[in-house]
């Protein structure tokens, strides 16, 4: 069974940094897209980042672009998004999700999904 699971998340003080991880098992996603999406209270879930697992090709929204960088390991089937100069605004429940379509940013065009990681940043 296809399974995505994310961990990393917690509480970071405005201007650290955090790691997230998504390790994936159950299938080969060699030919997917892995992406990361944010939900904060009260809004929809948005796109963060994305990355080809065969190649690395890399795409992020424009409020991260800069400060996170998405990157994969092969080895260990698990993809990071590194997140650096965190805002308050940052604070949501990242998702990792994987997409038979590429890299794509909606959230629609993903066919598996983690359970989440929260992310508070604040002082």
């Known amino acids: 069974q296809e399974q995505l699971v994310e961990s990393g998340g917690g509480l970071v003080q405005p201007g650290g940094s955090l790691r997230l991880s998504c390790a994936a098992s159950?299938?080969?996603?060699?030919?997917?897209?892995m992406g990361w999406f944010r939900q904060a209270p009260g809004k929809e879930r948005e796109f963060v980042a994305a990355i080809r697992w065969a190649n690395g090709y890399t795409y992020y929204a424009d409020s991260v672009k800069g400060r996170f960088t998405i990157s994969r390991d092969n080895a260990k089937n698990t993809v990071y998004l590194q997140m650096n100069s965190l805002k308050p605004e940052d604070t949501a429940v990242y998702y990792c999700?994987?997409?038979?379509?590429?890299?794509?940013?909606?959230?629609?065009?993903?066919?598996?999904w983690g359970q989440g990681t929260q992310v508070t940043v604040s002082s």
């Open positions: 159950g299938r080969t996603f060699s030919s997917y897209g």
């Open positions: 999700a994987a997409s038979s379509f590429g890299t794509q940013t909606s959230e629609t065009m993903y066919d598996y």
